[in-house]
């Protein structure tokens, strides 16, 4: 079965910091680009940063830019967003997208919730 699975979510303080892991089974991401996008309750999604197949362009919204940081580790098969700084606005669902050609996967999202 082809499938992401995000990770790494939780409840933080403001402040605070946290890792999310993107896993691909069922397929491998070495040449997939891959997009991290988040959703607030009652907004629409967002792309909040985005990675190339081999690591060496990486884009991040205004918003996270300075605080977050996307990598990929292709031997583990996994993509990772470290979020430090974290602010309340950055509470929401946080989702993976791995992109190639036609072919385009979702995880079910992992919740972020920065709340003192």
């Known amino acids: 079965q082809l499938q992401l699975v995000e990770s790494g979510g939780g409840l933080v303080q403001p402040g605070g910091s946290l890792r999310l892991s993107c896993a691909a089974s069922g397929f491998t991401l070495d040449y997939y680009v891959i997009r991290w996008f988040r959703q607030a309750p009652g907004k629409e999604r967002e792309g909040v940063s985005c990675?190339?197949?081999?690591?060496?362009?990486?884009t991040y919204s205004d918003s996270v830019k300075g605080r977050f940081t996307i990598s990929r580790d292709n031997g583990q098969n996994t993509v990772y967003l470290q979020m430090n700084s974290l602010k309340p606005e950055d509470t929401g669902i946080y989702y993976c997208?791995?992109?190639?050609?036609?072919?385009?996967?979702w995880g079910q999202g992992t919740q972020v919730t920065v709340s003192s």
């Open positions: 990675i190339s197949t081999t690591g060496d362009t990486i």
């Open positions: 997208n791995a992109r190639l050609f036609s072919r385009n996967y």
